[in-house]
């Protein structure tokens, strides 16, 4: 199948030259652009349900995840070629599949104060976190940085739309925040860590803080 969903990477070859290197600085700097682009999921909260005639925002959400579904299919059976997709993963499910199913799941099954918090923490500091160890200069604020960044994000998150006690939210922010970035490291061929970023500090900050604690959902 000769069609693709991209111009052979010319942009992102501009996008290298002009930061100062080459197709692979362009190609890593524009992947970490559009998985921060993902936070934008978080509009879902602030659309309210009868804005689309057609259908509730649920169905459209769940209709957004199917074309990119669709479109896995499509690259994996007859070629399809997409932007951005890795070497490794020429073969094996990408993790841009992961990370739409890890924020539908969040906005969709978990409380908005979670959502908000596993999204933006997924989000921005995994970008963060590869950053860091492609540089050998910086792996020395691997994982503290990440670990923190996460930390301050579910927090704010916890506290702002959620109204969660500040002290308790700090400890289950910090928590989660080290989940996060222990289940980030190891590099899995069956899940992508996307999804595991997303869904399992998701998974603890509702059995902790909503099931046991009782906080605010």
């Not at 990477?9 to 002009?18: H, S």
């Not at 596993?118 to 860091?132: I, R």
């Not at 050998?136 to 006690?165: E, K, N, T």
């Not at 069956?190 to 902790?208: R, S």
């Amino acid at each position: 199948m000769d069609f693709r969903l991209h111009q052979g990477g010319q942009f992102r070859r501009r996008l290298g030259e002009r930061l100062g290197g080459d197709f692979a600085l362009g190609d890593r700097i524009w992947r970490r652009v559009l998985h921060g682009l993902g936070a934008t999921v978080l509009v879902y909260f602030l659309v309210p349900n009868r804005l689309f005639v057609i259908a509730p925002k649920e169905a459209i959400l769940l209709a957004l995840l199917g074309l990119v579904l669709l479109a896995e299919l499509l690259r994996l059976t007859v070629g399809l070629e997409l932007p951005t997709v890795r070497a490794y993963e020429s073969h094996r499910v990408g993790g841009y599949v992961y990370f739409a199913v890890a924020l539908t799941i969040a906005v969709l099954l978990f409380p908005e104060p979670i959502a908000v918090a596993v999204v933006l923490g997924t989000a921005f500091v995994d970008p963060v976190a590869g950053e860091l160890r492609t540089h050998a200069r910086r792996r020395s604020l691997y994982p503290a940085v990440p670990v923190a960044l996460y930390a301050v994000l579910a927090f704010a998150s916890l506290a702002i739309v959620g109204r969660w006690p500040w002290g308790l939210d700090a400890l289950l922010a910090l928590a989660a925040a080290a989940l996060a970035v222990a289940v980030e490291r190891p590099k899995l061929a069956w899940v992508d860590d996307d999804l595991l970023m997303t869904v399992v500090p998701a998974l603890f900050l509702y059995g902790v803080g909503v099931i046991a604690l009782g906080l605010p959902r």
